[in-house]
């Protein structure tokens, strides 16, 4: 670990999940002095904290590793195609050992503030533990789902069980057999969680306000030959990955929805419905995202086979979801879930009929009865995206405050960076291609484009970089640009901002978070950038009057 001596740092970098900690290895390689502060006790970020059962990857497990060294690759082996929590967690301490990266660490670290210093061109940040660290560069590997939402219910404090938002999920074992068990929120966190503590507790109720659509995940353990052959294809998998544009290997199917009889479309959905993972999402007809009339004939198929699964046509009425078809956001994937509500120890209460109204001492009240429980698992999401940024007091320069700015929604240069806000980037920020991509295969394009940026400053001496008023205006418009053909712009999810446990975000007014173009275009829109000597970006560089370093210098813009 850095010595907490040491206050000056040419580089932050926050958060020390999937993007801190490939970024701190790219750092490292430069010889960057550079340090990592995460608020947990630990590195993995998202798979630090998610230790709730059933917590996994939904995109296949060997193309969420990374892909910058072969011997990590061939070192590797994945034991289930789509790995639960604790094996991720072990895969990113094995990476952070082999690459001897966790001397650059530093936990229990959280950042409350980051003011840009104008005169002195430097970046100062308060910790929680007190220290005022001081930067050229901070670099935000934040995450995108990274400030749980637990709700704001009435007598939360009163409750005498346990109760936790599945983010802080206990690290010891929890004692669920026999236990009564609440869950609110069946988003994917929910169903995951749902289907694997089912038949482990004594008697499970769901609060379900709305239903998600969702399908089956289809996992399985990777063999030893199984493994062998994806290592020998790992050229191949992420070339796939880079050409499809969610980041996975799934490609949509190219015919066209309309082009295809009845038959054939189900022949392929049936085909999608049993395979692995985001199959079903993303290798169907590409329509299924831009026309209403396509995407509900396919809710309709999906609406079927759950009917299918649960035994009570009632039960199963609630499941389906009418406010949104299926798609229009992120798909939770499942093992079982649908199953769970056949079970006698099951109950499934709609809370859009009959909404909690308080939490008891004993459990919750609904505006039909009142609830006994020994646990509430509280499965409401996340302050997706912008969350993490506002949690921190940032202000750029003339002391004008990140979470002002964003209020009503962001707007960045590339999802990288923010004008009046310089040196400050965003290798996974909001409006940028890893926002809704495969995490790791966009996090690699942004740290990627980052460290070159900071690569191209060294070797022009610029030791300022500010993105111009007119290239954010042009990048945000392009980036609402594409919500406008995508039936999700439509949904109300993280994806356009909606969360109704924080203030501002509830009515579902759109926010445009994510980049919608699909990875091949966002690759292809960044190196342009960089292709044209980072046009878009005025580069500046400290002049020392007086010679004597970091205080004394003066800021000069450089024409180019
Ligand atoms: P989410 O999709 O936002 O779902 C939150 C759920 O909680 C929704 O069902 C929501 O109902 C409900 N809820 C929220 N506040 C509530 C309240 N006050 N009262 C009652 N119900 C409330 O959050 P999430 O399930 O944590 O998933 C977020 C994202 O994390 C996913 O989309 C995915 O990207 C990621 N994730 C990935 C995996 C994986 O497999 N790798 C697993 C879990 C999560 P409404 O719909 O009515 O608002």
């Known amino acids: 670990m850095p010595a907490k001596s040491q206050s000056h740092y040419e580089v932050i970098v926050i958060g020390a999940g999937v993007a801190g900690i490939y970024q701190i290895k790219l750092l490292s390689d430069l010889g960057i002095d550079a340090t990592v502060l995460d608020a947990a006790g630990d590195l993995g970020g998202t798979w630090y904290w998610n230790r709730y059962p059933g917590s996994r990857f939904d995109s296949e497990s060997y193309t969420y590793g990374y892909s910058f060294s072969k011997e990590l690759l061939n070192e590797w082996h994945w034991k289930e195609r789509f790995s639960s929590q604790p094996e991720n967690r072990r895969y990113l301490n094995y990476v952070a050992d082999k690459f001897d990266l966790r001397k650059y660490m530093q936990f229990n670290c959280k950042v409350e503030s980051a003011h840009f210093d104008e005169t002195n061109d430097l970046w100062r940040l308060r910790i929680n533990d007190g220290r005022e660290l001081t930067c050229h560069f901070v670099i935000m590997a934040v995450g995108l789902l990274s400030i749980p939402t637990p709700p704001r219910f009435k007598g939360m404090d009163k409750f005498k069980g346990r109760s936790f938002h599945t983010f802080y999920w206990p690290h010891e074992p929890v004692e669920l057999a026999g236990k009564r068990v609440a869950v609110i929120g069946t988003g994917a966190t929910g169903i995951q969680v749902i289907a694997e503590i089912a038949d482990k507790v004594g008697d499970l109720t769901v609060f379900q306000r709305r239903p998600n659509w969702s399908a089956p995940l289809n996992n399985g353990p990777i063999s030893n030959v199984e493994m062998a052959d994806i290592r020998a294809r790992y050229d191949e998998i992420f070339k796939t990955c880079a050409r499809t544009p969610g980041g996975f290997e799934h490609e949509p199917d190219r015919r066209g929805f309309y082009e295809t009889s009845r038959e054939e479309r189900v022949a392929l959905w049936d085909k999608l419905y049993d395979s692995p993972g985001f199959a079903i999402w993303l290798r169907n007809f590409r329509e299924i995202f831009t026309d209403e009339k396509a995407n509900a004939e396919f809710s309709t198929y999906i609406a079927d086979r759950i009917r299918r699964r649960v035994k009570d046509p009632a039960v199963a009425e609630k499941l389906i979801p009418r406010d949104h078809g299926f798609g229009v956001q992120r798909v ?51 302050d997706a995206i912008t969350g993490a940024f506002d949690h921190i007091d940032i202000q750029g320069v003339d002391g004008v405050k990140l979470r002002d700015q964003w209020s009503e929604g962001p707007s960045t240069f590339l999802g990288m960076m923010v004008h009046g806000f310089p040196n400050f980037l965003m290798p996974s920020g909001p409006q940028s291609g890893s926002a809704s991509t495969n995490y790791p295969r966009g996090i690699e394009t942004g740290v990627n484009w980052c460290t070159n940026l900071l690569k191209y400053m060294r070797k022009h001496g610029y030791t300022r970089a500010d993105a111009t008023l007119g290239a954010q205006e042009r990048w945000a418009a392009h980036v609402k640009e594409m919500y406008s053909a995508m039936l999700m712009r439509k949904a109300k999810s993280w994806f356009t901002g909606y969360n109704s446990n924080v203030p501002g975000h509830e009515h579902g007014k759109i926010r445009y978070l994510v980049y919608n173009g699909g990875s091949p275009k966002y690759v292809s829109k960044i190196r342009e950038v960089a292709d044209k000597d980072y046009a878009g970006i005025v580069f500046g560089r400290r002049s020392s009057r007086s010679g004597k370093g970091v205080g004394g210098e003066h800021f000069e813009e450089v024409a180019r």
Do not use: C, K
């Not at 499942?334 to 009929?353: C, G, K, M, P, Q």
């Not at 909404?355 to 459990?363: A, D, F, K, N, S």
């Open 332 to 382: 939770p994937m499942e093992t079982h879930y649908f199953e769970a509500y056949n079970r006698d120890n099951v109950h499934l209460v709609d809370i859009s009929e009959t909404p909690i109204v308080e939490v008891t001492e004993t459990g919750l009240r609904t505006t039909q009865r009142d609830y006994e429980f020994d646990i509430i698992v509280y499965a409401t999401g996340f």
